[in-house]
């Protein structure tokens, strides 16, 4: 079964760059999402289809995906960005979620 | 507004059955790809299963054959049957809508925790 790999936790200082990693199989070849969840909350949208960012969502998220590797970019990050983050793909009519990784901000 | 509200969570003995709901508002279910997603305690996002707008669903292997998803157009909701119960189904279940061709979750709900514990 098709799996995504993202590093458990992330740290960053307020206002410097974060970067969260989701390495699959070919996962340039699928659309890359990406999921902010803040403890006791349901999970929000960041960014879809690789690089889009929903309405709403500020400017300094941005994503990238290519080869085996998309990623979730949080530029100036601020304390409110501290949650965990999800990728997701989609891999034979299956959704398929990356294990989660921790963002602290510092 | 655009929203979904899941119901029907509670604890439940191994072995028991429990059917999930998840009322939608301010779009129709049955024009979307609606997904049922579970998360455990403590634990990561896990799919559960999708309903796609033309009736086809899917099912993660963990679930295959004891869940059963479906929609009720005339209600406008989403249902997930739960049989065989077990105890690593203990989680709190959301809903999600993915818009045709849309390929992420754009809503969610806001969860319902089913407790397997005898």
């Known amino acids: 079964s098709y799996e995504l790999n993202q590093p458990p936790t992330v ?59 998309a990623a979730l970019t949080i530029s100036g990050t601020q304390a409110m960005d501290e949650a965990d983050y999800y990728c997701q793909a989609w891999d034979s009519r299956k959704v398929v979620f990356g294990g989660g990784t921790k963002l602290t901000v510092l | 507004e655009v929203q979904l509200v899941e119901s029907g969570g509670g604890l439940i003995q191994p072995g028991g059955s429990l059917r999930l709901s998840c009322a939608a508002s301010g779009f129709t279910v049955s024009s979307n790809y609606m997904s049922w997603v579970r998360q455990a305690p403590g634990k990561g996002l896990e799919w559960v299963s999708v309903i796609y707008s033309g009736g086809s669903t899917y099912y993660a292997d963990s679930v295959k054959g004891r869940f ?35 390929n992420a979750f754009d809503i969610w709900g806001q969860g319902t925790m089913v407790i397997v514990s005898s």
């Open chain 2, 68 to 102: 059963t998803i479906s929609t009720d157009n005339s209600k406008n909701t989403l249902y997930l049957q739960m049989n065989s119960l077990r105890a690593e189904d203990t989680a709190v279940y959301y809903c999600a809508r993915e818009p045709t061709d849309f």
């Open chain 1, 11 to 69: 740290s960053v200082s307020p206002g410097q760059t974060a970067s969260i990693t989701c390495s699959g199989d070919k996962l340039g070849d699928k659309y890359a999402s990406w999921y902010q969840q803040r403890p006791g909350q349901s999970p929000v949208l960041v960014i879809y289809q690789d690089t889009k960012r929903p309405s709403g969502i500020p400017e300094r998220f941005s994503g990238s995906n290519s080869g085996n590797t």
